[in-house]
């Protein structure tokens, strides 16, 4: 846990948003828009072979977006059955005389889909809290866990920010104001006053910095 911690503290240097002068946002996440969802989104998703012995997933959240080794990329519409990468590359959705798609052709290759389903790290990838969860108006601040980790803790009501604040941020990622926001760290006056996590991501999850696109 502690260096679940530290770890996200690390990545401050390439994700960070100023609240005020005293709080920090740690964002391990991007904040990137992502285009509204197409219709039909669910014929693409599933498990396809990428490479020899490695697979990737496709799933359907606010629009269709891969997970490569559990990174999460967004896939942009671009004609009947046909997508582009965040690179710009084009990848088409055959389908077979059914209508039902096949597998992903990208760069003139073909890459079988062997199953409709994903897992279910994949499908939290697709909002930031399970059904039932994420109404943004029942979010409630609460202070961070105390895991005698050496991280001093405190309540942010108690500071000049106030819950308010805290309610603010997180309502926002629940409603999407925010997209793809993996974890909050806040903190005010040398304590963590915030920890919440989303899409899938919890205090057991090592955050890992400089991810490199993949070629989907």
Known sequence: MPEVRRALRQCLHSAVVPVVPVVLISLAGGLTAQQSAAPHLADYVGTYTDTPGHTIEIADGDGLFAVVDE???????????????VGGQLVSFPRDASGIVTGYKQDGQFHPRVSTAIS??????????????????????????NLHDGIAVGDIARGDLGAATANSIVRAILAGTYKDVHSVL???????????????????VLIRCGLQPSPL
């Open 71 to 85: 990174a999460k990329y967004s896939l942009r519409p671009a004609g009947v059955d046909q997508f582009t990468t």
């Open 186 to 204: 806040l903190y005010q006056r040398g304590k963590l006053v915030l920890e919440e996590h989303f899409y899938g991501y919890d205090a057991g």
């Open 120 to 145: 279910a790290e994949s499908a939290a990838l697709a909002r930031p809290r399970p059904q039932g969860e994420d109404l943004p108006a029942d979010y409630r601040y609460r202070p961070p866990a």
